[in-house]
Structures are given as C-alpha cells and as structure tokens.
Nanobody
Framework: QLQLVESGGGLVQPGGSLRLSCAASGLILDDYAIAWFRQAPGKEREGVSCITSKIVNPNYTDSMKGRFTISRDNAKNTVYLQISSLKPEDTAVYYC???????????????????WGQGTQVTVSS
C-alpha cells in the first residue's frame, strides 16, 4: 500500500529555516512525480515544488524562489523540502503528494495527484 508521511513542521520565527521530509513507502520513487503543496487557512491549495527522477520543477510562485529547495534520497525513499528565510505568509499545512508519471513530468495542478500525506503544519511567527 502506497503511503506518504510528512514530518519536520513546527513553529519557527521569521527568517528561520525548516526541512520537511516526505517518507514514501509502497512505491519506487523513480516511477513517480513527488510534489509539495501547501494550504493556508481560507486559501486555495498551491503548488510549491515537484521532483522526478529526470526533472525538478522548482517553485511555482515568485515569493518562493530562492528560498525553497526540493531534493530526494532514493536510498531512503524520501523527498525533502528545505525552506529558508521563512516568512509569516509561509504559514500553512504542507502536503506531500505523488502520482505515477514514469518520472517524465510533474503535473501542475493538485487534482492530478493520486496519493497524499496527512500534512505537516508550518507556523511562522515571532
């Protein structure tokens, strides 16, 4: 059974950093696009970044560029999201998600993804 488990969220001060982890089981990472989305209260879900065996689709919005970095460790079947220079507007639940694409592309819309983790809360506040 395919399962995604996020971890690493928490309360952090503005300017701080976090590394989120998405531990995947029941799948071979090379066969899937793994993405991070986030959703703040009262807002729509938005894409953060996506990675496959062949490509990395970096940050979807200008506010994320240079601060969010996605990476993967095939040996651990884990995808990471490093976030630096955190801002209060980064406060959201961050979700890891997967869909089988053969590693060839990263879907943009969250509706294209089939498997979701439970999410990890990131709160940026002083």
């Amino acid at each position: 059974q395919l399962q995604l488990v996020e971890s690493g969220g928490g309360l952090v001060q503005p300017g701080g950093s976090l590394r989120l982890s998405c531990a995947a089981s029941g799948l071979i990472l090379d066969d899937y696009a793994i993405a991070w989305f986030r959703q703040a209260p009262g807002k729509e879900r938005e894409g953060v970044s996506c990675i496959t065996s062949k490509i990395v689709n970096p940050n979807y919005t200008d506010s994320m560029k240079g601060r969010f970095t996605i990476s993967r460790d095939n040996a651990k079947n884990t995808v990471y999201l490093q976030i630096s220079s955190l801002k209060p507007e980064d406060t959201a639940v961050y979700y890891c998600t997967a869909t089988r694409t053969g590693g060839s592309y990263c879907p943009t819309w969250w509706t294209a993804y089939d498997y979701w983790g439970q999410g990890t809360q990131v709160t940026v506040s002083s």
